[in-house]
């Protein structure tokens, strides 16, 4: 079994999105990430569907605004018929298990079969996510985003999937700060893509860039085929 894509569930799923935001003026985060996931989430008929934002406390409690890409993949689980999972690890939480990444792995552990996880890089326990994340048996795609503001700090880590799962493809998208990073989990033996191009920003000249232009809505997308 593989994920299949549904162009006709991705749009009513990106419709969807957009109107969630649009009905959330206070929504924290780049609006045509948030469509973009959503509609990713509709096309892949998404039925579990873990969202991982940045979790870093805000200096006042008023700043703390919802994630755009939150209320789009919570609008786009209602479409698919889907469960929405959103990862936050309180402090308590942290307190009793000893640690940020323990917490997580524990909270991760009890989503099984995930399909889509929507990753901020910024999370302190992002690897930990990732390490945590348990695929169903059609794989699993992770969307990463925040990865400009993590270079800029620090290179960003090798993958660290789970053992069991294998990365077949991966795509950078120029899309928001930094630009987006999707991975293609598969699960069981087979071909792995090597770790070292993980995150690598591609050079100019190499690969193929992909402009599709939805001529519904005249949005258009840039994507870069490996």
Not at 27 to 36: H, I, K, T, Y
Not at 120 to 133: E, I, K
Request: overall charge positive.
């Amino acid at each position: 079994m593989k994920l299949v894509w549904c162009p006709d569930t991705a749009s009513k799923a990106y419709i969807d999105g957009v109107r969630a935001i649009a009905g959330n003026d206070s929504a924290d985060g780049s609006p045509e990430l948030a469509e973009l996931v959503a509609a990713m989430a509709g096309g892949w008929n998404a039925q579990l569907i873990v969202d991982a934002p940045d979790t870093t406390p805000p200096s006042t409690s008023s700043s703390r605004r919802p994630p755009a890409t939150s209320l789009s993949l919570a609008a786009a689980a209602r479409r698919t018929g889907g469960r929405y999972a959103r990862v936050d690890v309180s402090r308590e939480e942290s307190d009793h298990s000893g640690s940020s990444s323990s917490a997580t792995e524990a909270a991760m552990a009890r989503l099984e079969a995930v399909d889509l996880l929507v990753l901020d890089a910024r999370r302190r326990d992002a690897a930990a996510v990732l390490r945590a994340a348990r695929p169903g048996p059609r794989g699993m795609v992770v969307v990463r985003h925040g990865i400009g503001c993590v270079r800029r700090r620090a290179p960003a880590p090798p993958w660290g999937m789970a053992a069991g799962t294998r990365v077949v493809r991966a795509a950078y998208l120029p899309i928001g700060a930094g630009g987006v990073e999707v991975l293609h989990v598969g699960v069981g033996k087979g071909p792995s893509l090597p770790t070292h191009q993980h995150s690598r920003r591609p050079s100019s000249g190499r690969g193929r860039w992909i402009h599709h232009v939805n001529h519904r809505t005249g949005e258009g997308h840039v994507f870069r085929r490996q």
